[in-house]
């Protein structure tokens, strides 16, 4: 499990750096409150990363975990 940072945080939308090592599309927890996001976009070791839950209170130098799979539905 790769361990980033957070760098900025607009809205829904954070950057994180230390990421080099995940996927387009994995899916994230945000902080110790574990939100849940997914990589829309990687540039390097920095990652662009929606996320699907409320992130008042986020910011900068707060973890982000990868989870190294993708969001997935069983049916």
Same mark, same amino acid.
Do not use: F, W
């Given at each position: 499990?790769?361990?980033?940072?957070?760098? *900025?945080?607009? +809205?829904?939308? %954070?950057?994180?750096? /230390?990421?080099?090592? $995940?996927?387009?599309?994995?899916?994230?927890?945000?902080?110790?409150? *574990?939100?849940? +996001?997914?990589? %829309?976009?990687?540039? /390097?070791?920095?990652? $662009?990363?929606?996320?699907?839950?409320?992130?008042?209170?986020?910011?900068?130098?707060?973890?982000?975990?990868?989870?190294?799979?993708?969001?997935?539905?069983?049916?």
């Amino acid at each position: 499990m790769e361990v980033g940072k957070i760098v *900025k945080v607009s +809205g829904p939308l %954070i950057i994180a750096e /230390g990421m080099a090592n $995940s996927k387009m599309y994995d899916v994230v927890q945000v902080s110790e409150k *574990k939100l849940i +996001g997914e990589i %829309i976009e990687l540039r /390097g070791d920095r990652a $662009s990363i929606q996320v699907y839950e409320e992130t008042s209170g986020l910011g900068p130098g707060e973890n982000v975990y990868s989870t190294d799979a993708p969001l997935s539905v069983e049916l």
